[in-house]
T-cell receptor, first 111, second 113 residues
Framework: DAKTTQPTSMDCAEGRAANLPCNHS???????VYWYRQIHSQGPQYIIH???NNETNEMASLIITEDRKSSTLILPHATLRDTAVYYC????????????FGQGTILTVHP | EAQVTQNPRYLITVTGKKLTVTCSQN?????MSWYRQDPGLGLRQIYY???????DKGDVPEGYKVSRKEKRNFPLILESPSPNQTSLYFC????????????FGEGSRLTVL
């Protein structure tokens, strides 16, 4: 089960891009990278996921390095409502159901 | 509306009094899972279920039981709650683990005195 390493906290100014890094150096070839976020004590919310190509949706972009050992979640225009804990997780192979969340990054968006 | 519903949302109970936290999803999802969240420890997986009658332990299963008799429901049972099970609990579901997106419930805050 590949583990991830994220900075404990980050700050970002409102309206600027927030770039959240994640290291997953032991990721295996068939493991996806997922990002979730949790606002206050609400249930975590799915953001985006990818295997090796960069991905974009209405919420964010995901950039995965060519060696797949790290990735960056980009919130292009952060708002105050993006203040949350962001989790980068790597999913185990299909036949297993374990899904481990790390500590995440506390992103604080300032006015 | 697609959702994962947990009940109760808040509960204060006493040591040893059996309780069940229910979880129901209306999306016909195969995969369901329970997590607990504690300060400084993040989200930890308790049990998961890949389909009806198929359950397996997560990272912190001690003191908990689950069952999956029907697809939509995945109750978490605390046979003899203890104070160290005071926590915020989340249920989650997904159509299949390979699809990636987990839908989480709103959480159940449990206090065991």
């Amino acid at each position: 089960d590949a583990k991830t390493t994220q900075p404990t906290s980050m700050d970002c100014a409102e309206g600027r891009a927030a770039n959240l890094p994640c290291n997953h150096s032991t990721i295996s070839g068939n493991e996806y990278v997922y990002w979730y976020r949790q606002i206050h004590s609400q249930g975590p919310q799915y953001i985006i996921h990818g295997l090796k190509n960069n991905e974009t949706n209405e919420m964010a972009s995901l950039i995965i390095t060519e060696d797949r050992k790290s990735s960056t979640l980009i919130l292009p225009h952060a708002t105050l409502r993006d203040t949350a804990v962001y989790y980068c997780i790597v999913r185990e192979p299909l036949e297993k159901g374990k899904l481990t969340f790390g500590q995440g990054t506390i992103l604080t968006v300032h006015p | 509306e697609a959702q994962v519903t947990q009940n109760p949302r808040y509960l204060i109970t006493v040591t040893g009094k059996k309780l069940t936290v229910t979880c129901s999803q209306n999306m016909n999802h195969e995969y369901m899972s329970w997590y607990r969240q504690d300060p400084g420890l993040g989200l930890r997986q308790i049990y998961y279920s890949m389909n009806v009658e198929v359950t397996d332990k997560g990272d912190v299963p001690e003191g908990y039981k689950v069952s999956r008799k029907e697809k939509r429901n995945f109750p978490l049972i605390l046979e003899s709650p203890s104070p160290n099970q005071t926590s915020l609990y989340f249920c989650a579901s997904s159509f299949g683990l390979h699809t990636g997106e987990l839908f989480f419930g709103e959480g159940s805050r449990l206090t065991v005195l």
